[in-house]
Every structure is written in structure tokens, then in C-alpha cells.
């Protein structure tokens, strides 16, 4: 400090006072749009207001209309849009011509604490803080109220028949509603809302000024409050801090600033942000996000300098080598204890379904998803989810792989694909376990294959379903001596039904959405009864829970069943169509023959509508009556529900015509249809 102080001596010692009369009411004006040099001191100012809490000021200015750069014509003709031909108290341009102009504030900081202004008097300095540092910015709510009129001409010109048309208006009918209680979370994301903040805002009154120019008595009246008032010697105290506990107390550190984030989607990770992660959690994310990727892409993605040694490390802990390229395993897309936001597929399911989709793509470039779909039995959205992630469509040859393949990686690190191979293969070993097939039953990787545009997805479907014909065939003849065969029905070629599980689409060895078919119960029964009483307990509880079913819905409903049930738990041998019908009508349950229109495009599955007919309780009859209904019209409106119901039963109340219609029908447009019968 000795020689810091003979280097630099002090030539001058100012004292410094701290003057609080204007401390709550000194505002910094700022024009960023008006140059230095062209200050507003000498205009004339017509009005000033301002509302406190929000420190928003609005001011308004005369422009000197006798100035030879002020278009005269130009602004007569933006008072006439305003204001219009007619004269009234409330017009914005008493002159007729754009006479004044409009400043608004916005706040340049919300906090100033570190802000003041100092004047400099006799070798004092003395120091007033801010309230508030205010930018002022030309206003065009003018332009506002221009568009306004307009609107209000032209719709003064439109409404001429307006008289007519009011008395023609039908009476419509108003319908009272009673607002739930607010939750806590909702009235948090309510007074958050823009909407909640503006009416906020506009509720605090304006408070009106006065204006007094820099030279007015009274400015230079007000200015005298920004010296400290009271220069007491006895009052001032000594600094006695340290040289770095001072500068602290002048530059503190902005703790604000370190929680300070940019609003974005909560999904969205920045590259900076990335960068900050380790290096494994990098890896992860950017994987999870891109689904599938070259080595050498992620690698540049990566910060320069990174060891792709310890990339490779990483990378093989989240992903799996198809062709070369990296994609992202199963459970990383679907962890555990979570489900499909399709269809509610657990996870678990969807793993091993995804896992097959990957290893086909392990043996050739292009696969069908007809293929898929009849083989991991999930519905088409989860299959089309899959094939999304690592393949694109191509017009008659299915879906390809979207990437090349990278020859370069596999050369280059030999080790690693030989590693991940036998990785595969374990994976297969599962795979065949799960959907019992096995590796000769689709076309071999190195194999010469003809160009897939020869071969359509209708083709290789129906070659796979007569291997698994034939490989059934033999199972039953082994598992049943006295030659029982099971009825073979053709399945429908429709993608938006995965549900067909009759024998011809069955698996290979007669496996149901990936897990194998068990042919005994625990006590010795057959196959055929246990699985009979499977389907009858769940085709009760399925109509006891939504009464009214079409067959596409009910199919859809035990699809979802079969993928839910652990591996090795299904009693399902193979399940059509007709077994599923058989079941239903055995379940105290009918088919209701609703007269759909001609033009319907409705398919043959959902103009099949089944509902719950014997139950047991007192709304059998209720239920019943409406079914009757049904079978002369495919809608009908509530007063008919309730003149059918009050030939039945004296006086029904509105809660049982309430329960016997929500229980069977949805409402759509006025008109009540049963479950499922909506045609859009």
C-alpha cells in the first residue's frame, strides 16, 4: 500500500452527503429515440400524469404545426381517421390536424438501488437515489382508434337490414352454470396470466401533474431538495471500513442474477446448459432427443476436445449399434412404471415391442409395418411411434432405415461392434422367447435380397401367417392325439384393427401380443375352457363397466388386456372375431341393430353395438327401453328418452333419465347416440 500510495497520490478530498428529501419521488427520464441534442426542455408540454405502484407516465406534447418540415395535408388526414367529419368533446384533435403527440414509459430497470443522481456545489457532492429509471417512447394509440372507427363504419354500412334480422332472431335458450370452487394451483396460474395482470393494471387510477419547465420558480425550488438539507458535522460519521469492505458495499454481488434464467419450454435444453452436464448425462440427453445418430455427428455436437474414447464409453450404457449408427434403447424413451401416452401400453411391453422393431433393422434396411404390428400385437399408433423414431415410409417398400450405413465406424472400431453383436444376439434369444419365433423365419442379413418394391406388405404378411399356420398345425398335433383342429378365419388386412387374433394372424406357436400361449391350467383343464372363462370374466366386467360397446371398441378394450398381462400369463390361445361375439352375447349382453344412415363410412366393427342387457338392478328395464329406441334411429333427443321411460314408469325424475343416458349414450350437437356411434 506504501508505494501503491506514492505512485498515486490523493491531490483533492471531496466530501460526500447523502440527500433523502426527493428519495421517493426523483425519476430518471430517458429518450431513446430522440437524439442528445434535441431535448424536449423547450416544448410544450400539454398534460402529464402518472400511476406509482406501476411507475408507468404518460405525457403529451404539442408539435409545432407553423414548422416547414410539418406535412399539413398529412395531418388533417390522420385527425379526420380519428376523430371523423363530426365534433365532439372527447376528439383526440380539437384542431383538426394532428396538433400533439403522446409519450409512454416503460421501466429501464426494476431495481435502482445501485442508481443516483449527484450535484456538485462548493466541493460537496451530494448523492439523491432513484426511484425509477423511465424511458419514454411515442405512443400511436391513435392508430388504435383510427382502426376502430373504421370497423364501426363499415359495420354501420353492413347493418342495414339490421331491424329485420333482430326481429326475425329465434329466442335461444340460456344456460346457468355454478363455477367450481378454484383450486390453489389454478388461481396461482391465474394471477400469472397476462389477462390478470392487465386488468391489474388498469385498475390503479391515474394520478394527474403538472408540468414546470427547467427554468420555471418552481423547478428551481424543487432542485434545492437534492442537497442534504442538514450538513451537521456533528451528524456525519467516519468511515472506518476496510478498502475491500467498502468497494462491497459500493459494487455488491448480484445474487439476483444467478437464479435468473430465460423463460422457455421446459423440455428445451440450451447447448450452454448441455455443456454444463456431465458428460454421460450429454450423451444421454442428446441421445433421448435425437433417437438416432452417427457417431462422428454426436461427437460434433459435443465440446471440441472431448475424449471419444470416453464417449464410447458412455454411449453404450444408453444406446444400442444398428447399421452402424447409435439409437437410443427402449427403457431410455420408456422408463420403468410409466405407460404409452397413445394407448396406456405399460412400458415393459412397449420395451420389447420397440427392441424387435430395432433388431429387424439389425438383419435389413427396410421392414413392413403390417409385418411388425401382426407379430408384437400393439396398437398401430405405438407400432407407427417406433418406426418414427429410427425409419422413414417409402412408397411400396415399406419403412427403411433412415441412415446409411456406417461401414467407416464399424471398420474403425471392430471391438465395439463385435461387442455390440453379441449383445444382439442375447436380445434375439429374449425376443424369440417372448414372441416365439425364431431367426429363420425372416430373411438373413448378409442373405441376397430382392429389391422390397417386388415384394408388397400384403405378400410378406400372408407368408408369415401361413408359416404360422402350418407351425400351429403341428403344435396341435403333437399337444392333441385325438385330432381337435381349431376353426382357421381370415384376418382382416385393416391397419386400425390390431385386434383380429384369430388363428391365421396368430403368432408363430400360437404367442398373443408377445407372450406365449399357455395350452394347460393349474388343474389339468384344457386350454379351450380356461381360456372360454377368461373371456367371459373379462367381457363382464368390461360391459358391467361401460354397458354399451361397438366391436372395434370392445376389440381395442382386450388388446390392451392381453399387452397389460406379464409374460407367460395368457390363457388366450387364438381369439377372432366370432369367438368374441360368441362370448359376448353369452354374457348377458345383445347386439343392438341400430339403423345407421346409407352414406355412413362407419366400418362393419363399429356398426356392430353391443349392450349390457341382464344386470340385476332396478335400471335393467331403464336400460332396455332405451336400447328399443335405438333400433329406430341411430340418435334421438332427450324428450323422447323421457316420454319412452314415462309409458314404462310413472313420472321418471331427471336423475334416473340422467343415469340410463350417460350410462349408454354420448351427447353430441343436442341428440343423444350410444357409445361409440358418433359419426363424425
Not at 298 to 313: C, E, N
Not at 511 to 520: A, E, I, K, R
Not at 550 to 564: C, D, G, I, M, V
Request: net charge neutral; aromatic share 8%; proline share 5%.
Amino acid at each position: 500500500m506504501a508505494s501503491g500510495e506514492d505512485d498515486d497520490p490523493i491531490i483533492e478530498e471531496i466530501d460526500v452527503y447523502l440527500a433523502k428529501s426527493l428519495s421517493d419521488k426523483l425519476y430518471l427520464f430517458q429518450y431513446p429515440v430522440r437524439p442528445s441534442t434535441m431535448t424536449y426542455d423547450d416544448v410544450n408540454h400539454l398534460s402529464a400524469k402518472i400511476k406509482p405502484k406501476q411507475q408507468k407516465v404518460e405525457l403529451e406534447m404539442a408539435i409545432n404545426t407553423m414548422s416547414p418540415n410539418y406535412c399539413r395535408s398529412k395531418g388533417e388526414q390522420i385527425a379526420l381517421n380519428v376523430d371523423g367529419t363530426t365534433y365532439e368533446e372527447t376528439n383526440t384533435y380539437s384542431a383538426k390536424m394532428m396538433d400533439k403527440q403522446s409519450f409512454t414509459s416503460i421501466q429501464a430497470t426494476t431495481n435502482t438501488s445501485r442508481y443516483a443522481a449527484a450535484v456538485f456545489r462548493k466541493g460537496e457532492l451530494h448523492v439523491t437515489p432513484l426511484t425509477g429509471i423511465l424511458q419514454m417512447r411515442p405512443s400511436f394509440s391513435y392508430l388504435d382508434k383510427a382502426d376502430t372507427k373504421t370497423r364501426e363504419r363499415e359495420a354501420a354500412n353492413e347493418g342495414g337490414d339490421s331491424s329485420q334480422d333482430e326481429a326475425e332472431e329465434d329466442v335461444k335458450a340460456i344456460t346457468v352454470r355454478f363455477s367450481r370452487p378454484e383450486s390453489e394451483q389454478a388461481r396461482q396460474r391465474r394471477i400469472q396470466s397476462y389477462e390478470f395482470l392487465q386488468r391489474k393494471q388498469a385498475e390503479e387510477p391515474w394520478v394527474h401533474l403538472h408540468y414546470h419547465g427547467v427554468k420555471d420558480s418552481r423547478s428551481e425550488h424543487e432542485r434545492q431538495y437534492m442537497f442534504c438539507q442538514s450538513v451537521d458535522a456533528s451528524e456525519n460519521s467516519e468511515l472506518v471500513k476496510s478498502p475491500k469492505e467498502y468497494l462491497a458495499m459500493l459494487m455488491p454481488p448480484l445474487a439476483e442474477e444467478k437464479v435468473i434464467k430465460p423463460v422457455g419450454p421446459s423440455n428445451v435444453l440450451s447447448m450452454a446448459q448441455l455443456r454444463t452436464l456431465p458428460l454421460g448425462d450429454q450423451v444421454k440427453t442428446l441421445m433421448k432427443n435425437v433417437k438416432v445418430m452417427p457417431f462422428a455427428n454426436l461427437m460434433g455436437l459435443l465440446a471440441s476436445g472431448t475424449d471419444s474414447t470416453s464417449v464410447l464409453r458412455c454411449i453404450q450404457q444408453v444406446a444400442l449399434l444398428v447399421q452402424g449408427n447409435w439409437v437410443v434403447k427402449s427403457d431410455v424413451l420408456y422408463p420403468k412404471n410409466t405407460c404409452s401416452p397413445h394407448s396406456g401400453v405399460p412400458a415393459e411391453v412397449l420395451c420389447r415391442g420397440r427392441d424387435f422393431v430395432m433388431w429387424r433393422f439389425t438383419l435389413e434396411r427396410s421392414v413392413m409395418r403390417k409385418e411388425i404390428t401382426s407379430i408384437i400385437k400393439l396398437p398401430p399408433e405405438d407400432v407407427k411411434e417406433f418406426l418414427e423414431h429410427v425409419a422413414v415410409p417409402r412408397v411400396n417398400r415399406g419403412w427403411e432405415f433412415m441412415l446409411p450405413t456406417d461401414a467407416e465406424f464399424i471398420k474403425k472400431h471392430q471391438d465395439i461392434a463385435h461387442r455390440q453383436h453379441m449383445l444382439w444376439l442375447g436380445i434375439q434369444s429374449k425376443l424369440e422367447k417372448v414372441f416365439n419365433f425364431s431367426k429363420e423365419d425372416f430373411i438373413p442379413k448378409n442373405s441376397p435380397q430382392p429389391e422390397p418394391v417386388h415384394i408388397s406388405g400384403e405378400q410378406r404378411l400372408k407368408m408369415a401367417q401361413e408359416r404360422a399356420q402350418e407351425k400351429q398345425k403341428e403344435r396341435d398335433a403333437k399337444k392333441s392325439p385325438g385330432g381337435v383342429h381349431v376353426k382357421q378365419e381370415a384376418v382382416s388386412d385393416r391397419e386400425d384393427e390390431p385386434m383380429d387374433t384369430s388363428s391365421s394372424s396368430a403368432i408363430p406357436n400360437g404367442s398373443l401380443n408377445g407372450y406365449p400361449g399357455d395350452h394347460t391350467n393349474g388343474n389339468g383343464g384344457s386350454p379351450a375352457d380356461t381360456s372360454s372363462l377368461e373371456l367371459q370374466e373379462f367381457v363382464r366386467k368390461t360391459f358391467r363397466k361401460h354397458f354399451v360397446l361397438t366391436l372395434s371398441e370392445f376389440k381395442r378394450l382386450f388388446n390392451l388386456h392381453l399387452a397389460s398381462m406379464p409374460a407367460g400369463r395368457s390363457v388366450f390361445h387364438s381369439v377372432s372375431d366370432h369367438m368374441l361375439q360368441d362370448a359376448i352375447l353369452s354374457s348377458q349382453c345383445k347386439q343392438i341393430n341400430v339403423p345407421f344412415p346409407a352414406q355412413s363410412k362407419a366400418a362393419s366393427d363399429e356398426q356392430k353395438v353391443f349392450g349390457l342387457w341382464e344386470t340385476g338392478d332396478e335400471f335393467d328395464k331403464h336400460r332396455r327401453l332405451l336400447y328399443d329406441l335405438f333400433t329406430k334411429n341411430y340418435r334421438v333427443r332427450r324428450n323422447m328418452v323421457q316420454a319412452k321411460l314415462a309409458q314404462e314408469f310413472e313420472n321418471p325424475s331427471k336423475a334416473e333419465i340422467d343415469r340410463v343416458l350417460h350410462d349408454c349414450c354420448s351427447s353430441h350437437a343436442g341428440m343423444w347416440y350410444l357409445k361409440g356411434t358418433i359419426q363424425s
